[in-house]
């Protein structure tokens, strides 16, 4: 299924230098709770790399250029004004609110939690993170989205909740972020503060959703370009996979690997294959946890997964090669050392939260996050 959006990636063109705003690098990190100054103060804005890179892919003649970077200043000043204390006087119970619901539907379904976190992904990756994802109908159509995201009646609950807290005040979009971050949490990952005031989209990407959310069957070289186009560094994506240790995936995702690659531990070969046939249309929906070792814990066993070659889909697996090229340093770090694997996550988690969020006056506060206003 996922073939269909292959021809079609990273071949669409930006109207806007959209993907360049809101790209905040976090200087001088040490802990892994992000403490709003360290996330406020100091960033810079690595201007100059991401103006290259739209200028060279946009050919952009001078004159524009300059009003490129304008924009760009523009874009950067709307994520700059998100802040951790957004609905402090507006809506003082709103993080209580979103932690309790979303520990109580992880208690009661211990997936919800990855599904949450995917959600987030998957808005944030197209056009921002606006709360798109959660329109029903177009982006929830696409290819990587279809019979395959979950959880949008627990976001929908969340939004209901808050609504009777404090009326059309916090954002489907910040509702999505926070219960990634208390996601993580529940299952006993890393924490961070997380910045609010985003806004809610008018409307939502399909296309956009098929070109810019990378297949299972990537390999490196694509998956750094696509994590590359939205601002993250190499690190970043091998971090914010590391999500992969929680959660499901359907056996269409990862039966080529099974029965077509070589870099696969046997035995763990053997057993996914009982439940996942080799020919396509048998069992194509049944489930193998991304993560054999531990499902339910969101650790670092991701890593040493990989370096066991008992990665799941074909882009876990091309994140460790065994060669020591490529990103198996990364690999090695975050595999023995649980306080650099949190640390990223939660640093690029952050990053990810920050792509192109509408502030201010654009967009709306939803007050059905499932249709516009
Ligand atoms: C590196 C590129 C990535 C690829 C190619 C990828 C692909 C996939 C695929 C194919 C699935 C299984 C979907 C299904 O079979 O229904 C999946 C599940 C999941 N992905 Fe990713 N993903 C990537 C990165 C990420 C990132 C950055 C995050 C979050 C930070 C994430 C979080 C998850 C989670 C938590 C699940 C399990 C969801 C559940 O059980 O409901 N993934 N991913």
């Known amino acids: 299924m996922w073939a269909l959006a292959s021809g079609h990636h990273n071949h669409h063109v930006p109207e806007m230098p ?3 705003c809101g790209y905040i690098y976090l200087h001088g990190m040490q ?4 403490h709003p100054v360290q996330v406020s103060l100091p960033i810079t804005i690595n201007l100059v790399s991401l103006t290259r890179r739209w200028l060279a892919k946009e050919a952009m003649a001078s004159t524009s250029s300059l009003s490129a970077v304008l924009l760009l200043c523009l874009a ?3 994520s700059a004004q998100l ?3 957004f609905y402090q006087t507006t809506c003082p119970n709103a993080l209580a609110t979103i932690k309790a619901a979303v520990t109580a539907a992880v208690n009661k379904e211990n997936r919800m ?5 995917r959600l987030h992904f998957h808005d944030c990756f197209v056009q921002g993170c606006d709360a798109s994802v959660l329109l029903s109908g177009m982006e929830q159509n696409a290819i990587p989205n279809v019979m395959s995201l979950r959880g949008f009646e627990v976001i929908d609950s969340i939004k209901a909740q808050l609504e009777t807290m404090c009326k059309q005040t916090v954002s489907c979009a910040d509702i999505l972020t926070v219960a990634a971050r208390d996601s993580v949490v529940a299952l006993g990952g890393p924490s961070w503060t ?3 005031g985003r806004r809610d989209s008018t409307n939502a990407n399909e296309a956009a959703a098929n070109n810019e959310l990378p297949p299972p069957f990537f390999d490196l070289v694509n998956l750094t370009q696509s994590f590359g186009d939205k601002g993250f560094t190499v690190t970043d994506m091998v971090a914010l996979s590391g999500a992969h240790t929680i959660g499901q995936a359907q056996c269409q995702n990862f039966r080529d690997r099974l029965y077509n690659e070589t870099n696969i531990n046997s035995g763990f070969a053997t057993s996914l294959k009982a439940n996942c046939p080799q020919p396509t249309g048998s069992g ?4 193998a946890n991304l993560d054999v070792s531990t499902p339910y814990s969101f650790d670092n066993a991701y890593y040493s997964n990989l370096k066991s070659q008992k990665g799941l889909l074909h882009s876990d697996q091309v994140l460790f090669t065994g060669t020591g090229g490529g990103t198996d340093n990364i690999v090695n770090n975050f595999a023995s050392n649980p306080a650099a694997f949190s640390s990223a996550f939660a640093s690029a988690m952050v990053k ?4 192109s969020p509408l502030t201010g006056s654009q967009g709306q506060v939803r007050i059905s996050c499932s249709k516009v206003n």
Do not use: E, F, Y
């Open 284 to 287: 194509d929906r049944n489930l």
């Open 113 to 117: 939690g990855a599904s949450l976190l």
């Open 18 to 20: 959209k993907p360049a």
């Open 194 to 196: 997380v910045p609010l």
């Open 352 to 355: 990810m939260g920050n792509l």
């Open 76 to 78: 950067v000043a709307a």
């Open 83 to 85: 802040s951790p204390t």
């Open 31 to 34: 802990s892994i709770a992000l």
